[in-house]
């Protein structure tokens, strides 16, 4: 079992940056593909980005690409999002996910077997 947790969510001006982190216990993330997704209010949940286990490959939706970057230090075993050039439309509860082991990231929800709470996350325009 893995339990993840998300932290670093909080309000910031639009324009502003955030680093999310997700930090795992119960067993070691290195061998498990990472994802955050998001969901605001009356909408669905949305993919945002996605890590290797390796870390060597990545994955961005539109509207992330060039703003976000995920990363993560599998010694840590935590991952990140620094999220830059926020925007009022960000506004939205961050979750990360795990994968199983030896996966790639993945834009699909329903390809991750392990969810944190979420952290939310709120820019003021």
């Known amino acids: 079992q893995v339990q993840l947790v998300e932290s670093g969510g909080g309000l910031v001006q639009a324009g502003g940056s955030l680093r999310l982190s997700c930090a795992a216990s119960?067993?070691?993330?290195?061998?498990?593909?990472m994802g955050w997704f998001r969901q605001a209010p009356g909408k669905e949940r949305e993919f945002v980005a996605a890590?290797?286990?390796?870390?060597?490959?990545?994955l961005y939706s539109d509207s992330a690409k060039g703003r976000f970057t995920i990363s993560r230090d599998n010694v840590k075993n935590t991952v990140y999002l620094q999220m830059n050039s926020l925007k009022p439309e960000d506004t939205a509860v961050y979750y990360c996910?795990?994968?199983?082991?030896?996966?790639?990231?993945?834009?699909?929800?329903?390809?991750?077997?392990?969810w944190g709470q979420g952290t939310q996350v709120t820019v003021s325009s």
């Open positions: 119960g067993r070691n993330l290195s061998t498990k593909g």
């Open positions: 996910a795990a994968r199983g082991a030896y996966n790639s990231g993945s834009a699909y929800a329903n390809h991750y077997v392990y």
């Open positions: 890590i290797s286990w390796s870390g060597v490959t990545t």
